[in-house]
């Protein structure tokens, strides 16, 4: 019997099996969005997060479902180009901090997450909230906090510079109204993300070092993820593709690393499909 359970789950959560899923994802994606760009960002973001969690042993176990579980969500909500965007900074920022986790004084790296945060902040305010997120997820020393305000400056003093920004676009974007209405799609992308996070939290604590620090930033990111389309409700669609990004690493996590978890990546998917159709 457990033999059994064990094929069909190497069955559910193979590459082959989850890349096909992904594929099917990206097609749904495409007849919703329209757009390559859309397309592209997510495909680079999926691949980024399996080549991640393996090269960064964020747990054990397959890395495939990622991949599909993000498309799949995605194609469910049908994102804007901004909110790609932010997931895209977002997921390239988390690699960036895995990489100076040991060096704290690193200043470059942080420089650099910050000069992509600032140059997002100039269209819209969702970015400036990532840039907050980042520093509650992982605490800097006093140099990485002056590097972080630099990185997020340069952009708006470049641009303002040189004349291609106007300063007074910065008012509009951030004296717009901050409250309104949160529809379902973000309330469902949420619910998954915070639940599965939630049930990850105490086996990711019991990690290695390297592997907990990582886990535990990821499931900050998922927190803040989470508020942010709270704090900011009238622009809440621009945090799909984050929180559907996050919620499809906790359910990965979980599929692979607990009994029965294959059962989740199902329903999860499953749920991203019956959710496409219905506001197809």
Known sequence: MRDRESRFKSLILGQGLSLATALAGLIMLWSRHDSWIAM????????????????????????FPFAGLFMLMLAAITPGITGMLLATVAAGAMTLLFLCFSRPGETRTIFLIYLFCGLGALGSRSFALLAV????????S??????????????????????????????????????????????????????????????????PAKARARNMAILGLTACAVAMPMADSANSFNYLPLVSLCAAYNVSHLAATRRLGWFWAIAVGAAAVLFYSMYR
């Open 40 to 63: 592209a960002l997510a495909a680079a973001i999926s691949a980024l997060m399996v080549y991640e969690i393996r090269a960064r042993a964020l747990y054990k176990g397959p890395n």
């Open 133 to 140: 997120a980042l520093i509650l997820v992982r605490a800097f």
């Open 142 to 207: 006093m140099r990485g906090l002056v590097a972080a305000m630099l990185g997020m400056l340069t952009p708006a003093i470049i641009a303002v510079g040189f004349g291609v920004y106007d300063p007074r676009s910065i008012v509009d974007i951030y004296a717009a109204p901050w409250i309104a209405g949160i529809d379902a799609p973000t309330m469902m992308a949420g619910a998954t993300a915070l639940l599965f996070g939630l049930a990850m939290f105490l086996p990711s604590y019991g990690y």
